[in-house]
């Protein structure tokens, strides 16, 4: 079955990085985008970005653009999302999703990292 | 493209119909147009596709529909686990987005 598991809470202060991980089972990690998502506490869903696993291709959001990076390790089977200069407002649980039958389809969700931001 | 989703909360009773609207600021094609559910503390979950299509493992009191710019997410009779978040999204248009959710609370 297609499983998505995501790296552990984060804290980090101002100004930092953090470097999210999203290790994929159950498909060809390949064949499906792999789009990023994220949620900050009681509110809703914000698109981040996708990123084509086979070609290393991104397309991110204009809001993150200059701050995120989005990466992979085909050997492992691992999407990264990387989000610079932190603020508080980034304190929000970030997910990763497969893609589905069309672009932007968010068919299988990780369980999601939360990312806090604080002095 | 801004996803207006209505109303913001849905009080029901389990057994009851649910009917959730979704309404688009620009023509959205309906191939790329999805809704997922969000339950309390969990990672959200796609329950239609295409506008019409249930993801696999859906129950077919989930149903999906489209009239212009306007799209509706039903649930035939709710049971105890379908109290909870729900999200239009559209791939449309770049950015893509999200609506702002609607909350299907116990009444």
């Known amino acids: 079955q297609v499983q998505l598991v995501q790296s552990g809470a984060e804290v980090k202060k101002p100004g930092a990085s953090v470097k999210v991980s999203c290790k994929a089972s159950?498909?060809?990690?390949?064949?499906?985008?792999i789009n990023w998502v994220r949620q900050a506490t009681g509110q809703g869903l914000e698109w981040m970005g996708w990123m084509n696993p086979n070609s290393g291709h991104t397309g991110y959001t204009q809001k993150f653009q200059g701050r995120v990076t989005m990466t992979r390790s085909t050997s492992i089977n691992t999407a990264y999302m990387e989000l610079s200069s932190l603020r508080s407002e980034d304190t929000a649980v970030y997910y990763c999703a497969r893609s589905g039958s069309y672009r932007g389809l968010n068919s299988y969700w990780g369980q999601g990292t939360l990312v806090t931001v604080s002095s | 493209i801004v996803l207006t989703q209505s109303p913001g909360t849905l009080s029901l009773s389990p057994g009851e119909r649910a009917t959730l609207s979704c309404r688009a600021s620009q023509s959205v094609s309906s191939t790329y147009l999805a809704w997922y559910q969000q339950r309390s503390g969990q990672a959200p979950r796609l329950l239609i596709y295409?506008?019409?299509s249930r993801a696999t493992g859906i129950p077919d009191r989930f149903s999906g529909s489209e009239s212009g710019t306007d799209f509706t997410l039903t649930i035939s009779r709710l049971e105890p686990e379908d109290f909870a978040v729900y999200y239009c999204q559209q791939s449309d248009s770049s950015p893509w987005t999200f609506g702002q959710g609607t909350k299907v609370e116990i009444k």
């Open positions: 159950g498909y060809t990690f390949t064949s499906y985008d």
């Open positions: 295409g506008a019409s």
